[in-house]
């Protein structure tokens, strides 16, 4: 005869069961472009949060200790990688005293591993503060780096997850295949505008740049992570009259005078971007963000002011 010991003891065991039948995998990215990309594989069986927020410089993150907590109970890491990151994650994982999320083990995933990356120098150089030290980290600015993600984050959710190997696997096939339809319509849209000359504030954009045949010629800072210097700026005037210049493409954090000063000079026009996904509200998932950003640079090259 079960005794009410017994019965409580079962319905115990059952409701562990479909917990854990139901448990979703915590990952925590540093950025929302790598988090946008974990959900579009890891969909209902992840639980994806991204310690900066999309609308604030991801070289200088504002990094809420909260975080500490997430990482403390995360299955994986993914830290986009190029010292991105330096400034801020270190001091979270350290607190968070998580073995999973450790380099070397499979909850620790690094991004730009198989980038090609660019403007990689030939040794290692923080001069005058430069955060780019070991080549460029906005590599998710090209959407072609996004698929090379997307393979990363589902080879290791596999590892990790082996039960729901193929699912992760079909949702990377969905991905891949919806932004390979998209990409040739990008390009397509950006073609009349080849070899356009546009300065940046920050080498944010190369990757954009060089996937839709942008030429970025110079930035409003001297280097990166250094702030416009009015010597910098006065020799940036008449080069860009010169060269024709047409946007000043600058991350919607961005102070707007200084831009606004050197467009009223040369008469190009400021375009300003989200530089990650969920930065504005029509940027919600990776291809949408490339559909706003690309619509943009457009409208500002067809508009007249
Ligand atoms: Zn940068």
């Known amino acids: 005869m079960k005794t009410k010991y017994h019965i409580c003891f079962s319905l115990l065991l059952t409701i562990i069961w479909a917990s854990m039948a139901h448990a979703k995998l915590h990952i925590v990215t540093t950025t929302s472009d790598l988090g946008a990309i974990a959900r579009e594989i890891g969909k209902d069986k992840v639980e994806v949060n991204s ?6 410089d991801p070289h200088f993150v504002d990094a809420k200790p909260g975080f500490i907590v997430k990482l403390n109970k995360a299955d994986m890491l993914i830290d986009g990688g190029l010292q991105l990151e330096i400034g801020w994650l270190p001091t979270l994982v350290t607190g968070a005293r998580n073995q999973k999320i450790l380099p070397g083990n499979p909850g620790y995933l690094v991004a730009a591993t198989g980038i090609s990356v660019l403007e990689a120098p030939a040794s290692l150089d923080r001069a005058m503060g430069d955060v780019h030290p070991l080549g460029n980290p906005h590599f998710m600015l090209d959407p072609v780096n996004g698929k090379i993600v997307a393979a990363h984050i589902c080879d290791r959710l596999c590892l990790i997850d082996a039960v729901n190997c193929t699912y992760y696997k079909n949702n990377l096939n969905d991905f891949v295949k919806r932004l390979d339809d998209k990409l040739p319509e990008w390009q397509k849209m950006l073609k009349p505008y080849q070899g356009i000359k546009i300065v940046t504030y920050h080498k944010t954009f190369p990757y954009f740049a060089k996937r839709f045949n942008l030429d970025v010629v110079d930035t409003l800072e001297p280097k990166p992570g250094i702030p ?7 020799h940036l005037i008449p080069m860009m009259k010169h ?8 991350e919607q954090f961005r102070e707007r005078k200084i831009p606004g000063f050197v467009a009223d000079q040369t008469g190009a026009k400021v375009v300003i971007l989200p530089i990650m996904v969920g930065g504005l509200k029509e940027t919600d998932d990776y291809l949408s963000f490339f559909d706003y950003t690309i619509q943009q640079i457009i409208s500002a090259l067809t508009t007249k002011s």
Do not use: F, R
């Open 51 to 56: 310690i900066a927020k999309p609308t604030e």
């Open 228 to 234: 416009p210097s009015p010597t910098h700026i006065s």
């Open 243 to 250: 060269e024709g210049v047409k946007l000043v493409v600058i």
